[in-house]
Structure formats: structure tokens, C-alpha cells
């Protein structure tokens, strides 16, 4: 542990799990930024990482003013959760160890924070799709939908909330992170909207800033890939009925209404049946690789196939999903 001889005021909360070639560039990227390296701090928690990290960390040599936390691997929500315990800085910028900042990240992310004034303010930047390295199919449309976000947002189209608050790129005064009680570490995916949900109530108010940005280079298999939706489904019932957010599922029923109705059509063939499923999502896989025409439509049909399913057994089954579907479109 090292103390410095003048208190940062932005602590970059940096988790890390055995990903070392990444974490090299993330923390060269935060080596190059414009803010002074005086004023900002970098706690790095590895996560029971086993790839060199520890020994990395332990053995580098950094213009930055370095923290270094080793833990057995608990989850990035307690990883998090003990960054901030070693900050001392104000303000916490959090980064995952994938998202490499451009130079200007720290300094927009101040701008934003020293122009709003307020202290429960959270600042959201866009995590931006590499132009240097090719993506796998899945991670790259996973990437043009955060884009087609992002620009939603910088437009106007719609204002930020805390279902945007990504951990990847995000910044927030310290006190909010601990006073709302920190990520909660029963969730391994969402926990950082969850704790979003619980600022929100708090009176957070949620901010994007376009410059301030970080390149995403997000690596993830397939079977990886396929897990994160089920999650996010099956964690939008909990966050509903037992964390107190009762407005989730009557928005996550009216958005379902929305969607294309190919993916309607695939959901409601494919849920609760296995098999059907893992077959559907073989041969959407396929036309993906085949037609880059269809790609698009193809990730969207899994990725919400996989987030209904998750959804529908938090629910006990695709009969109460209906129910309520039904439910929810007789009361609108």
C-alpha cells in the first residue's frame, strides 16, 4: 500500500481477473492521460488472477501513483467494492481492465463533474468499438448496440438513466458508492445497475458525456457470451420483486411489445423447450457467419431468446410469462 504526498482527487478503480495483455494496455492508456498524474490514483484489485498478474503488479514500474490489491477471486463486485475501500480520492472512476482510455478520459470526466456541481451526480462515458482489432460476430453487434445507445444519448433522443450506468466507463463521488451500500455481491452480472437502481433512489442523477472515451476490447466466447442475457433476464425479476425496482417488468412487458416480431415469433416457439432452443440458436449462429445481411437480426434474435428465457424461469415457467404479458397489456 502506498501513500501519496498529496490526496488524489479521482481515485480509477480498476478490477482485474487473468487478463494480463489487456491490463498492460489499460494501464498505458491511463499513463498517457492529460489529467496530472499527481492528482488521480489507480487501484488496481486483481481478482485471484493466476495468468502473471500478481507478479506483474508487484514487479512495475509506473509514472502512476499505484495501488495494487491482491484477493482470492470473490467476484468483480467485491473487487470493486474493496477499491473504493482503498481510495482516497472524492471521486471514483471506475474502468474494467478491457476498456482503454483515450488521454482526455480523466480530464472529461472532471469537466463534467466540476460543471454540473452536484455531489450526486453520476458521469457515464461510451465505451467505443476499437477500430485496431477485429471483434468476434457476437461481441461485435453487442458493441453496435452500446453504440446505437450512445448515440441515442448524445443526440438527445432520449436522457440517460441508471439502466445505462456501465462500470466499465463511469464516474461518481465516493460517498454515493458507500452511502447507497455497494455493489452487491450476490450478482455476478448487473451489479453494477443494480446499485444504479439503488442511487436512483437516492437521487442520482445520471449524466453521459461523449468525449469521455474508452475503447472497448471486449473478449468473450460464445457460451460466455450467451450466459450474460440469461442473467440479465433472470436478475430484472429479482431486481423487481424482492429488490423493490416494481416499475423493471411492467417496462421490461412494454418493451417487449416493441420487438420485432420475427423475435416474438422465435421466443414464444422456443421458450421453456431446450432442445428447440439450442437448436434455433445453432442455426441462427450459422446464418450469422453465412449472411452478413442477417447477422444483425440473427444476435438479436439469441441474445433476447436467452434473455426470456432467463426471465421466464425466474418466473417458474413461459405460462406465468404470458400471464403477465397478457396481464400487462389488458391494464394498457
Same mark, same amino acid.
Given at each position: 500500500?502506498?501513500?501519496w504526498?498529496?490526496?488524489?482527487t ?5 478490477? %482485474? ?10 494501464l ?10 499527481q492528482?488521480?490514483?489507480v487501484v ?13 503488479l508487484r514487479?512495475?514500474?509506473t509514472?502512476l501513483q ?13 473487487a ?5 475501500a482503498? !481510495? ?9 481492465d478491457?476498456?482503454? =482510455?483515450? =488521454?482526455?478520459l480523466?480530464s472529461?470526466?472532471l469537466r ?12 457515464l462515458?461510451?465505451?467505443l468499438?476499437?477500430?485496431?482489432t #477485429?471483434?468476434s460476430? &457476437?461481441?461485435q &453487434? ?9 448515440e441515442?444519448?448524445? !443526440?438527445g433522443? &432520449?436522457?440517460?438513466?441508471? $439502466?445505462?450506468f456501465? #462500470?466499465?466507463n ?17 450478482? $455476478?452480472?448487473?451489479e453494477?445497475?443494480?446499485?444504479? +437502481?439503488r442511487?436512483?433512489?437516492r ?12 475503447y472497448h +476490447? ?7 457470451w450467451?450466459? #450474460?442475457?440469461?442473467? +440479465? ?13 416494481? &416499475?423493471?417488468? =411492467? #417496462?421490461?412487458?412494454?418493451e417487449y411489445? %416493441? $420487438?420485432h416480431?420475427?423475435?416474438k415469433?422465435?421466443v414464444?416457439?422456443?421458450l421453456?423447450?431446450?432442445l428447440?432452443?439450442?437448436?434455433a440458436?445453432?442455426k ?7 449472411? =452478413? ?5 440473427a444476435?438479436?434474435?439469441i441474445f433476447n431468446?436467452?434473455? +426470456?428465457q432467463g ?6 415457467g ?7 404479458l ?5 391494464k394498457n
Amino acid at each position: 500500500m502506498s501513500t501519496w504526498k498529496i490526496t488524489p482527487t479521482v481515485s480509477v478503480v480498476l478490477p %482485474t481477473y487473468n487478463r494480463l495483455h489487456q491490463l498492460k494496455r489499460v494501464l498505458e492508456g491511463l499513463e498517457e492521460q492529460t489529467y496530472p498524474k499527481q492528482k488521480f490514483e489507480v487501484v488496481v484489485v486483481s481478482d485471484g488472477s493466476s495468468d502473471g498478474t500478481n507478479e506483474f503488479l508487484r514487479l512495475k514500474k509506473t509514472p502512476l501513483q499505484l495501488t495494487s490489491v491482491l484477493q482470492a477471486n470473490q467476484g468483480v463486485a467485491v473487487a470493486r467494492n474493496e477499491g473504493v475501500a482503498q !481510495a482516497q480520492g472524492k471521486l471514483i472512476l471506475f474502468i474494467d481492465d478491457d476498456v482503454v =482510455p483515450v =488521454p482526455r478520459l480523466i480530464s472529461e470526466h472532471l469537466r463534467t463533474h466540476e460543471a454540473e456541481g452536484n455531489s450526486e451526480l453520476v458521469v457515464l462515458g461510451p465505451m467505443l468499438t476499437p477500430l485496431d482489432t #477485429t471483434l468476434s460476430p &457476437w461481441t461485435q &453487434w453487442e458493441q453496435d448496440m452500446l453504440v446505437k445507445q450512445y448515440e441515442a444519448m448524445a !443526440a438527445g433522443e &432520449w436522457e440517460p438513466t441508471a $439502466r445505462q450506468f456501465y #462500470t466499465g466507463n463511469s464516474s461518481l463521488p465516493r460517498s454515493l458508492v458507500v452511502e447507497s451500500g455497494g455493489f452487491d455481491p450476490a450478482f $455476478r452480472r448487473a451489479e453494477d445497475v443494480e446499485l444504479a +437502481y439503488r442511487m436512483d433512489k437516492r437521487g442520482a442523477r445520471f449524466v453521459f458525456n461523449p468525449q469521455a472515451v474508452g475503447y472497448h +476490447y471486449v473478449e468473450r466466447s460464445f457460451s460466455s457470451w450467451l450466459a #450474460t442475457p440469461y442473467a +440479465y433476464g433472470r436478475n430484472d425479476v429479482i431486481f423487481s420483486q424482492q429488490r423493490g425496482q416494481d &416499475w423493471l417488468l =411492467p #417496462t421490461v412487458y412494454k418493451e417487449y411489445e %416493441t $420487438r420485432h416480431k420475427l423475435i416474438k415469433q422465435l421466443v414464444k416457439l422456443c421458450l421453456d423447450r431446450p432442445l428447440l432452443s439450442r437448436l434455433a440458436i445453432a442455426k441462427l449462429r450459422l446464418a450469422a457467419a453465412l449472411l =452478413p445481411s442477417v447477422s444483425r437480426l440473427a444476435f438479436s434474435g439469441i441474445f433476447n431468446l436467452r434473455y +426470456y428465457q432467463g426471465l421466464a424461469d425466474e418466473l417458474n415457467g413461459r405460462a406465468i410469462f404470458y400471464e403477465e404479458l397478457a396481464k400487462h397489456n389488458r391494464k394498457n
